[in-house]
DNA sequence: ACCCTGACTTGGC
DNA sequence: GGCCAAGCCAGGG
C-alpha cells in the first residue's frame, strides 16, 4: 500500500463520531491537495476491506457526495445517529460539524490578542 | 502496460 | 447562486 494511501486511511479512521470531513481536507492532510479524487477511490476499496467511518466523510459543498439513493440514505442515518444535523438534500453544517484540526488546537491554545500578533 | 472511470475541487461564465 | 471544463491520480478491466 502506498504511503498516501496510508495516511488518507488513518486520517479517515480518526475522525471522532459526530464530525465530518470534506475529500479535499483529507487529501490535503495527506499531502496531495489536489488529490480529493484519490480519497474517493481509496474509500471506495478501502471501506470494504477495512472498517472506516466513510459516512464521515462529505464533499466540499458539505453535502453527502452518494449519487445512489439508497447509499445515500445509509449515511445520512449514520450522521444522524451520531448528532450531525444533515438536511433532507444531505447538507450538513460545515461550520459546526467539520472535523478541522487547526481549529481543534486553538481550542487548546490560547491566544492573548494584546500580546503582538 | 494502457485506457477509462470516479462518493471531487476549483475557476470562469 | 448554478452550469460547464479541466485537473487530479489511484484502482480496476
Request: proline share 6%; hydrophobic share 40%.
Amino acid at each position: 500500500m502506498k504511503p498516501f494511501t496510508q495516511r488518507v486511511v488513518a486520517i479517515i479512521a480518526g475522525i471522532p463520531p459526530g464530525q465530518v470531513m470534506t475529500y479535499g481536507q483529507i487529501a490535503a492532510l495527506a499531502g496531495s491537495p489536489r488529490g480529493a479524487r484519490q480519497v474517493v477511490r481509496i474509500l471506495h476499496s478501502m471501506s470494504k476491506k477495512y472498517k472506516l467511518p466513510w459516512h464521515r466523510v462529505i464533499n466540499g459543498k458539505g453535502k453527502i457526495a452518494l449519487p445512489e439513493e439508497e447509499s445515500f440514505t445509509v449515511q445520512k442515518m449514520f450522521l444522524e445517529a451520531e448528532g450531525v444535523a444533515v438536511s433532507e438534500a444531505g447538507e450538513v453544517d460545515l461550520a459546526v460539524y467539520q472535523y478541522n484540526v487547526e481549529r481543534t488546537l486553538e481550542e487548546h491554545v490560547f491566544v492573548d490578542p494584546q500580546d503582538g500578533e
